[in-house]
């Protein structure tokens, strides 16, 4: 093998550092060569990447291009379907057309209880989830992000617009913001208010509380998780009048109890549906008119604010909505 080079390189394939026994070895044979080295040894590795990317707010060409990008990559596309909803542009359907892929559905449970199977598959091949909105919006994929890398899968997030950075939309500023709450649908044994003490910290601060509301998709009753059937209830998303409803019941608890509320009936509220959405609705009025006043499909969202900037007030009134 006089003047005969002989390369030998090994392509492995695996999971991000730990790698399969298994390989496939490539021979080149390089003529005509003085190297006194007759073998040469390369390993060359590819890992494969989780991505989270989020979709924005409104339609399809909300995704940013690093964000298509990753999606063309991927081998596994799943969409997550319950932390939040889709407009009528970003469909299942339509994003499939999009992206010219299949696409998965991901519920709770396959997000929660088997998120194991997303981040086994994304040892072998790029995946992706996506999600409306911002992937870290929910503290769910945040969850994900974290055992994925603890098992030691490479992990890349592609951030979009959520309703935490749109809400700008109505004036306010986003640095006048406090801690954000979630109000909760009320069960009949069950009245959680813990939200109205952070709401009342934020009004001592002087600072606005963006309110993020209810959603319920496929909840099981008490009744059917006893009985092991996988039947569902129907899906629920808390309107901006429910939760009207319910701040009001717990001025009304504490005015029993002769404690003083941090806002009341008169107090002024900013209602907002479908942020980003081309039919985005942007009300400005009190909680008392709230109750009684329909905001159209989900998702809602409520804003309580704190101390009003003269700019922010004026730009509030341009939303103002006198039902009476």
Known sequence: MDGLHVEIVRLTFGKAGLFFSSFIWLVFLVCNTSDLDLLKYTEIYFTSMLYLVGLGLGNVDDITVKGMVAVQKC??????????????????KKLEEFFNKEIEEADRMTIELDSDDIIDEAFDSDVCLL?????????????????????????????????????GCCGLQLYRFGEIVSIVFWEENWHPDSYYFKIAENKKRGLHTLCLLDIKTKEQSIKNMM???????????????????QLLEIVDQMNDENMEPVYTESTEVVALARVGWDDQKIVFC????????????PLHSLIIPGELHPMELDFLKSFYHNIF
């Open 75 to 92: 081998s596994r596309v799943y969409l997550e379907s319950y932390t939040s909803i889709m407009s009528f542009g970003l469909d299942k």
């Open 286 to 297: 009190s909680l008392e008119a709230l109750c009684d006043l329909d905001m159209g499909p």
């Open 227 to 245: 009985k092991g059937r996988k039947e569902f209830l129907p899906p629920r998303y808390m309107t901006c009048s429910d939760a009207a409803k």
């Open 131 to 167: 999600v409306v909105g911002d992937p870290l919006g929910a503290t769910t994929h945040t969850s994900l992000v974290f055992n994925a890398r603890k098992a030691g899968v490479d992990v890349e997030i592609v951030h979009n617009a959520s309703i935490i950075s749109a809400v």
